[in-house]
């Protein structure tokens, strides 16, 4: 399939740059007179195109602003002297972001496999982690109280020992008086003493050691079952690289080409000369600019400079510069501009022996100009077509080649496409402004991206001094490179939701209203279909066509995406976007089911306790509403993996306590406990309650997640 899609886009723009270089071969109808420059605008459903040239060379024409389209440009003035055309086209859909690599989620094989083991929160692991270091903290402590212990018994031990009264004690007792004799011979003057004590002092550290407790070895702890390692979502990005998992490129493409004019039509008499070239298609005119930003100061070296130093170096900086940029433009030129002599065959109207000779004085030049040559001789022309004002026919007459002389030439250069190369100067590059178009919801300011075709990914490579006016929705920036161009917005500038609210209008009709961090949506329900009654805080009415108009809530889905407004988070959301609390997907998805199975009599909205009460603990409100008119108040549902129960805490309490309500049984979900305590009018209800509609109400709580991202 992505085969074909690529050969049909591929054939869409052979068609289009065949019609564009059929608009180039004449350019005399798109003259303007005023300001004798090229300009056509032919607007579409789909796709737009504009072309626009200054013929007349003059400097000052260096942009135009085509107000139909919503684009304008200006040119570097190294490009003023060019028979180069720009053009312009824009596209209503994006058709390459599905070709980039982070557009789709990584492979979650293993992430689905988790789900029929254990929790797929990641804060779950992060819970026996910690359970496993407060276990091993609590050994450790353990262990070191056990031995202080016993090093305590011991030295009370020995200080006991060192008390008892021995033999020497007794013998100074006896002499009343102490002397050398009595005191402990050392170990050389009397060996047998000396053994003696040491037998009794390692006899007795045995004893010491003896009556010391044994240090009871600490338990390991249990090994748990191995939980399998989930691989990290975060799709990895190179430098400058668009994550489409963060982002998303909305409100069209825009081409922004550069093109060799082909030769012009030269009317003689009655007869209109056509140079034919083969191909029949575009030649482009690639551009490039490298940009050097200045180094930052370096603060222990950095020295204030007088303004005439600092102009003396702007002018140096400019005059290398210009001496750069014309020598760049000298070494690529390839191609003989439109009014040159080789541009226009005006030889053709003459006989062959003129255009001969023509060719051979510019033989004889080659010696002189290898480039010169290199634009006059060759096989680009192939045929010349030849009109009659009279009749009006045509035809194509076959130049024959005429011999050279041969001259003994150096090796020639390798040609060179046309480029231009720009260093150190912001200002000398395009100019590229853009009005946001209106039909897609702008939250935030948007960025240029360009599509890469080497790494088939969008990079925000090359946009330099950007700025964005939020009065007039402009955007404009300065490019390295010429390309496809796109406007890159973050998918989840709407989340997470401020409040969301859901309520049956019918047995199988409701109504589900969220608000999000800028914008509101309201949207009915009917049976299988979707339908958008309202959308506020959004920069336009763009979507004011599709309220009422029920469709399959998939096709909505895409529509409010496709329009700028994404409040569908997919499983890996989480990971770019801040102050939400994700709750444990199994208990959620289960949750949702059992939302839409009694969604026709109950209705729910959300809590300010659901974001802090924990991965396990999914807290919302919910009543029995068996009219428009509420029955009962609001009663404050607590649902964990294990059990769901209503707690006596309200949405108006001084703090979240988790203490459920008197008399409460056990539930397992929340259908069980509407079983349970519901009236027998809401049971009736619940058993008439169509699948599709069921399965409709099932699809919108699964893909708005309310509970994750509230």
């Not at 599905?98 to 557009?103: A, G, P």
């Not at 496999?113 to 091993?136: C, F, G, I, Y």
Request: with cysteine.
């Amino acid at each position: 399939m992505a085969a074909i899609l690529q050969q049909y886009q591929d054939t869409q723009t052979e068609k289009l740059d065949v019609a564009t270089y059929n608009l180039l071969t004449d350019l005399r109808p798109h003259v303007d007179l005023e300001t004798n420059t090229v300009q056509f605008c032919s607007l579409g459903r789909h796709v737009s195109l504009a072309v626009w040239s200054n013929c007349s060379k003059n400097l000052k024409n260096k942009g135009f602003l085509f107000k139909d389209l919503g684009v304008r440009f200006e040119l570097p003035k190294q490009l003023m002297d060019k028979d180069i055309a720009v053009r312009i086209m824009r596209t209503e859909y994006d058709h390459v972001s599905k070709f980039c690599r982070s557009k789709k989620m990584l492979d979650l094989a293993e992430f689905r496999a988790r789900e029929t083991l254990s929790d797929v929160v990641l804060e779950e692991d992060l819970r026996r982690e910690r359970e496993r270091e407060a276990a091993r903290v609590a050994a450790e402590q353990q262990a070191e109280r056990e031995a202080a212990e016993a090093e305590r018994l011991a030295a009370e031990a020995a200080s006991a020992k060192d008390k008892k009264p021995g033999f020497m004690s007794a013998g100074s007792s006896r002499s009343g008086s102490p002397d050398k004799s009595s005191a402990p011979a050392s170990p050389s003057k009397s060996p047998k003493g000396g053994k003696k004590k040491g037998k009794k002092g390692k006899k007795g550290k045995d004893k010491s050691k003896s009556r010391s407790p044994k240090r009871t070895p600490v338990p390991d702890p249990e090994p748990e079952p191995p939980v399998p390692k989930v691989p990290s979502l975060l799709v990895a990005t190179d430098k400058e690289e668009l994550n489409l998992r963060r982002y998303r490129v909305i409100g069209g493409l825009i081409h922004f080409d550069l093109l060799h004019i082909p030769p012009q039509p030269k009317v003689v008499g009655v007869w209109t000369l056509r140079e034919v070239c083969e191909p029949r298609t575009v030649r482009r005119f690639p551009f490039r600019a490298d940009y050097r930003p200045p180094p930052p100061a370096d603060g222990l070296t950095s020295r204030r400079r007088e303004p005439e130093e600092i102009e003396r170096e702007i002018r140096q900086q400019e005059a290398e510069m210009q001496k750069l940029i014309s020598t760049s433009v000298d070494e690529v030129s390839s191609q003989p501009a439109v009014g040159e002599a080789g541009a226009v065959p005006a030889a053709v109207s003459e006989s062959r022996g003129s255009v001969s000779a023509s060719e051979t004085a510019s033989a004889r030049s080659v010696s002189r100009s290898a480039r010169r040559s290199l634009s006059r001789t060759g096989s680009r022309v192939s045929r010349v077509r030849i009109s009659a004002a009279g009749d009006g026919s045509e035809r194509d007459t076959e130049l024959s080649p005429v011999p050279e002389p041969t001259v003994e030439l150096p090796e020639p250069p390798q040609p060179i496409d046309y480029a231009l190369e720009v260093a150190d100067r912001p200002e000398d590059f395009p100019l590229v402004e853009t009005r946001l178009p209106e039909t897609t919801l702008w939250f935030e300011p948007p960025f240029f991206v360009r599509w890469d075709e080497d790494r088939s990914c969008w990079s925000t490579e090359g946009f330099y001094d950007t700025r964005y006016n939020e009065e007039t929705y402009v955007l404009q920036a300065r490019t390295l490179r010429l390309g496809l161009f796109g406007l890159a917005v973050n998918r989840f500038s709407n989340l997470p939701y401020q409040n969301w609210s859901y309520a049956p209008t019918g047995p199988a009709s409701a109504e589900l209203n969220i608000t999000a961090a800028v914008a509101g949506v309201r949207m009915a329900v009917k049976d299988d279909l979707v339908s958008l009654c309202e959308v506020t805080g959004g920069s336009s009415n763009c979507l004011e066509q599709y309220y009422d108009k029920f469709m399959k809530p998939e096709k909505l889905i895409q529509t409010l995406q496709r329009h700028g407004l994404d409040l569908f988070p997919e499983e890996d959301s989480y990971l770019y976007i801040e102050g939400t609390s994700l709750k444990h997907q199994p208990c959620e998805k289960h949750l949702y089911w059992c939302m839409a199975l009694v969604g026709n009599a109950y209705g729910f909205s959300s809590s300010r306790w659901n974001l802090l009460a924990g991965a396990e603990n999914l807290v919302l409100q919910f009543k029995e509403m068996l009219s428009e008119q509420l029955q009962g108040n609001p009663a404050l549902l607590l649902v964990r993996p294990r059990k769901t129960t209503i707690v006596e805490c309200g949405e108006t309490s001084q703090g979240w306590s988790d203490q459920e309500a008197p008399g409460m049984p056990y539930f397992a979900d929340l259908y069980h406990l509407v079983e349970a305590l519901g009236s027998e009018e809401a049971r009736a209800r619940l058993e008439a309650a169509p699948c599709t509609f069921v399965n409709c109400l099932h699809t919108l709580f699964t893909a708005t997640r309310l509970l994750s991202y509230s």
